[in-house]
DNA sequence: ATTGATACCTCGGTTTACGATGTATAGCGT
DNA sequence: ACGCTATACATCGTAAACCGAGGTATCAAT
């Protein structure tokens, strides 16, 4: 998929991917796979972006002799999920506009 | 509308805009305020960037003393927009994941 | 004469995705 | 013992691209 076409998308769906269940970065890149490819450093400069803005909070824990940091989504991470959604209708009125008298 | 939000949609916004009947900067403005807004300087960006890709070709014109340059797409042009609608699919995804399990 | 609409363009700042690179541990096969 | 892969973190530099600020110029209306 297009870089250009993931600016805005990523961070939510970072967000996204840990709303129901806290997680991790290597664990993170994993189950987004499926959906959307980002890389390591692309990963993890959002996450520090979105601690910054205070949309998730880290817990530093031990595993397996490995350092692994959980990752919670706070009220203002779940209120950025909505405005998003609340945006789509603006993105669905571009696709309109595009597809428009082919 | 977001800013990151917007990259990657707005160059096939314009190729859009002028998809049916050759325009020109200011009006293709005009045309797309309704959807989506974007400012002179990143227009004036995109149907530079756009011309270079061979994707519209320019024919400059003179109307009622003022300069006027008319922007046309091209067979590449249009296969852009049809390659944008293929990775809508993949964007449809996204949402559903984003929307998943509320 | 001044303002606003029309019509073009450039420069610098900021944000952001990503490849390259680095560090370190655990487990598996040879 | 050695190498390889997976796990797990992080930083740096580069390139792409939106936008505000500013610039030039014509024409119509007040």
């Known amino acids: 998929m297009?870089?250009?076409?993931?600016?805005?998308?990523?961070?939510?769906?970072?967000l996204a991917a840990i709303k129901n269940e806290d997680s991790y970065g290597y664990k993170i890149?994993?189950?987004?796979?499926?959906?959307?490819?980002l890389s390591e450093?692309?990963?993890?400069t959002i996450l520090k972006r979105l601690e910054t803005a205070g949309m998730l909070v880290v817990r530093s824990t031990e595993f397996e002799g490995r350092l692994r940091k959980y990752y919670h989504i706070t009220p203002r991470g779940m209120q950025r999920i909505l405005d998003f959604k609340n945006e789509w209708k603006e993105i669905m009125d571009?696709?309109?506009?595009?597809g428009k008298e082919d």
Chains 1, 2 share one sequence.
């Open 41 to 44: 450093s692309t990963l993890y």
């Open 2 to 14: 297009d870089a250009q076409l993931k600016r805005g998308v990523l961070d939510v769906c970072v």
């Open 94 to 98: 571009i696709y309109s506009f595009i």
């Open 29 to 37: 890149i994993k189950d987004l796979s499926p959906i959307v490819e």
